[in-house]
């Protein structure tokens, strides 16, 4: 073979070997996420307008179960399987964190020109924290208010234009609106036996001045008594222990309770639902001018410690929060920032009702953050069951809460 035929030979590999390498230097970085959202919930949907950019990234989805989040996601990084991205429910942020498997973001956030902390309402942002550092970006937010039927306000003499604004104008106005004859209640809730329930009383505990590492504080005790003049009058119905926020908010729509705390989540079902005139309260507080709270739920994203690629993963992050004005038009949910302001919908009772709770989320505060929300959480439901079922006084029961908590705690 000649020099020649060499030369050709050689340039042809050469030639060979910089194509592939360049296709190699430009293959796509791929993340993983995990979320529980559908195919009409946000991250699909923010996956797909990411992908669509062709920037360089691109992200799988996988939809995991709300049940398996926590156990396969930390069996996923113990097991060095953990996916880049994940959406997880705000109290169980903390656990990640505390552990390890959260990556810290304070140093990418701090030099991110599209999040910004100042910009989102304290509570989802408290529930990222952990031992002062950002582990993770709120998602979307909610929280709950007082929804009540204007057209019973008016038929029992109560004045539509001003909803109880504190607890006993509450149980009052229950009183007056309750008809046992007719089957209406005066105010529907959810004491359920798990998450639901002290998602519902925490607030009322934390305006009563207690906290979950202080539940049975003298104000949080009134808050529980309260619960079981409502109950034990028949102000709700008794299988409000055993029933959650859906079939409570069902109860009021149907025109069986004057009254309900729920969620903005219940809006566009309020508006088909409800043949009547309805309005939507700040959650009353103790007394005049006192401190206001409200729970808070929904999820937050996080990137997983063991990622390969973070740089990328944040890039990811940027771009959803980018989209956060869009979040309610498109997909029904509040964001968790107070810099932007919910679209009109053309329907004046939602229009009016968001406001509300734009208002609400202000005072609105996360579920610890504790690692160990679980067994916060379950003491403080075995409180609430043992008192409105009238096997401990509500001072004894969370006295009993307390102490299972502090064991926690350690």
Not at 7 to 23: E, M
Not at 104 to 130: C, H, Q, R
Not at 189 to 206: H, Y
Not at 238 to 246: E, F, H, S, V
């Amino acid at each position: 073979m000649s020099f020649r035929k060499y030369a050709i030979i050689g340039a042809l590999a050469l030639a060979t070997s910089s194509f592939f390498g360049l296709n190699a230097q430009a293959e796509d970085v791929t993340l993983t996420l995990w979320s529980l959202d559908r195919d009409i919930q946000p991250a699909p949907n923010l996956i797909k307008e990411f992908n669509d950019q062709n920037n360089g990234i691109k992200i799988e989805y996988r939809q995991i179960q709300f049940d398996d989040v926590v156990t396969e996601a930390m069996r996923a990084f113990a097991s060095g399987q953990a996916p880049d991205i994940i959406a997880v429910d705000n109290p169980e942020h903390a656990l990640f964190s505390s552990r390890g498997a959260f990556l810290d973001l304070t140093d990418m956030i701090a030099k991110s020109s599209v999040v910004k902390p100042e910009n989102y309402f304290p509570g989802p942002l408290a529930s990222t924290m952990w031992d002062g550092k950002n582990f993770g970006i709120p998602k979307a937010t909610n929280t709950i208010a007082l929804y009540y039927n204007k057209d019973m306000f008016k038929a029992k003499g109560l004045d539509p234009a001003k909803p109880p604004q504190t607890w006993d104008e509450l149980v009052e106005a229950a009183r007056k609106l309750s008809d046992p004859a007719a089957n209406v209640y005066g105010l529907a809730f959810s004491a359920k036996g798990n998450e639901e329930g002290t998602f519902q009383f925490l607030p009322w505990a934390q305006m009563g001045g207690g906290s979950y590492d202080n539940i049975n504080a003298e104000g949080a005790a009134k808050a529980l008594e309260i619960w079981k003049t409502i109950i034990d009058e028949k102000l709700a119905s008794p299988d409000t222990l055993t029933r959650g926020q859906w079939d409570s908010t069902g109860t009021f729509n149907s025109g069986n309770a004057a009254m309900v705390i729920s969620g903005p989540w219940e809006l566009d079902r309020m508006v088909q639902e409800a043949k009547f005139d309805w309005g939507v309260a700040l959650l009353p507080v103790p007394h005049p001018g006192a401190e206001r709270s409200s729970a808070m739920g929904d999820f937050n994203w996080a990137i997983f410690a063991t990622t390969k690629h973070p740089e990328e993963a944040f890039k990811a992050l940027e771009y959803f929060v980018s989209q956060d004005d869009k979040l309610f038009q498109n997909f029904g949910q509040l964001p968790a920032r107070s810099d932007i302001s919910i679209p009109k919908t053309g329907q004046p009772l939602k229009d009016a009702a968001l406001e509300v709770f734009q208002e609400q989320m202000k005072y609105a505060k996360p579920r610890g953050p504790h690692p160990a929300w679980p067994k916060i959480s379950k003491a403080i439901q075995d409180a609430i069951q043992a008192a409105l079922t009238g096997q401990m006084s509500p001072k004894d029961a969370l006295d009993q809460a307390a102490e299972k908590i502090k064991g926690v705690l350690g």
